[in-house]
């Protein structure tokens, strides 16, 4: 196969030779028209690479790629889409100055990601003419799947996976670099993301060495040593079979990814529920992987629309540790404003509240990952409309056709009857407005057999990685024991008009003999069928059900 080289400031531009067809597309080829082909997030980056952002070098392989995959059998690449596949990387060699699965030690090397992106087009049309943003239906309520986190919102995508390119070899590279700690604690997370989404390793096999190597020593994660995490990094080998090879694990990623998107259930599920056609492909997006502080920043509050001082979000600094943004500026008070300033700019460029993910280099560097319409609450999306009116961000006609038939319904505000402040059992973060009432699940077989004998179902989650996604259109509300109001559960929640409370104290998930129950102390457990009412609106979970008493909104 022929190719042609065109060079360009940033990144080398390729296109295939006229007799066959293109599979994949640099970054600078693209537009943000370009979602069909590209993806909603693959248009993303293209966008903002138009806009003069730093946007870490990538190519999009298109849904075309996938459809022509899938024609193969799901077996194999043929030669011309390996010889794309691989001409990109050489790209991306190129615009970073770095090699992939290189084992000199003079550079750092090329680490890659792989995320997957749809273009869902859906027939739902406000008004007289179709939204700028595309809708889709979840049993029959209306979601905007612009900034939905795409594994959430379209089974069959997975999640993405970081830090392709890392082997035995490669790892002793970054170890001289930085420190056998920080190299060997990296390749522990990459095998484990790499196993479970690859593999498809049982994530609970990961954990249960980690707890019981934590409960032998008698230490925390932090407080492991540089040979307690190689020994760790030791038995998650044992289980992953990992290829040494960063091709064939670039391969084998790309695989598995186009192999989850055509699964017969998924799809079916995709056509049936959100109006995709059976055969509609994937785009997947390969990145350099930047090494960082990584966060997720909200230009206006998901849950209330207000637009505080700063952004709204978190962040993950370089030791693993999670900070809000608030806490991030006290000592990052130049980068913090970076980003506001470009939070501001970005919700000029989409008109709307935005969320972005990014990461903070070694040399306090924005790089940018992800900007799309941010998640919200149908009382969010109200404030935000009527506030960028104010703001003549959008005219009148541009407001009243962000606001969905259903959104005003958010302004009729129920609480609690406060006399039951005795049943308290938990105090959380509101994620997602709203009150629900409801038998406790914590399965999908749970909630089937409660929803059979008629009853509500509030659905209790121990984290984001183990809550399953298609229960939350039919659950009453969700409660997340972990995580913050911007985990993908408590977005999907939101665009759902769910209530969601996460991070909530003083209670956890236990087993006893297979069978799931909620530990509020050491006298108090709740299980399968029992009743709790949840009030998202400041966070309080209380045993039994009760009542729902009108109350005033201000606003």
Known sequence: MSFIYKPLEKFATYVSAPTRVKYAYAL???????????????????????LGYNVPPAFILSTEAAVHYRKLGLEEFDESLMAEIQLAVSSIEKATDRQFGSTRGDKFPLLLSLRGGSSIMSDVLV??????????????????????????????????????????????????RTSRTFAYNAYAHFLIRYGTIVLNVPKSRYRQILSDFIRSSHKTKDELSEEEVFQIHQKFKEITPLPQDPMDQLFLAIKAMYSSWFEIDAALYRQEVLNMPFDSGLALIVQTLVMGDTG????????????????????????????????????????????????????LQYMDMVQMEYVVDENDQINLLQVLPGRRTPHASIRIAVDLKRERILNEREAVLRINAKHPLAFWRFDVDSKLEGDLIGTGQTSSRGIAVGAIAFNAVDCLELQARGLDVVLIQRDADSADERLLSRCAGLVLLHGDVISPPAALCRALGKPCITGVSGMKLASLDSTDYLEINEFLHLGKGDHITMNAGNGKLYRGTCNRIPSYNEE
């Open 28 to 50: 600078s080829e693209g537009t943000r028209e370009d979602k069909e082909l590209l993806s909603i997030k693959g248009a993303s980056l293209c966008e903002l690479t138009r």
């Open 127 to 176: 008004g007289e003419e179709e939204r700028d943003i595309k809708l889709g239906t979840v049993n029959n309520e209306v979601i905007d799947v612009l900034g939905a986190p795409d594994s959430w919102c379209f089974p069959g995508i997975k999640e993405s996976c970081l830090g392709i390119g890392l082997t035995d070899v490669v790892v002793e590279q970054i170890a001289g």
């Open 296 to 347: 997720i920043a909200f230009s206006r509050n998901p849950a209330t629309g207000e637009l505080d001082q700063g952004i709204f979000g978190c962040i993950w600094m370089r030791d693993g540790m999670k900070q809000s943004l608030m806490e991030y500026a006290k000592s990052n008070e130049k980068t913090y404003q970076k980003l506001i300033d470009i939070a501001r700019y970005l919700e």
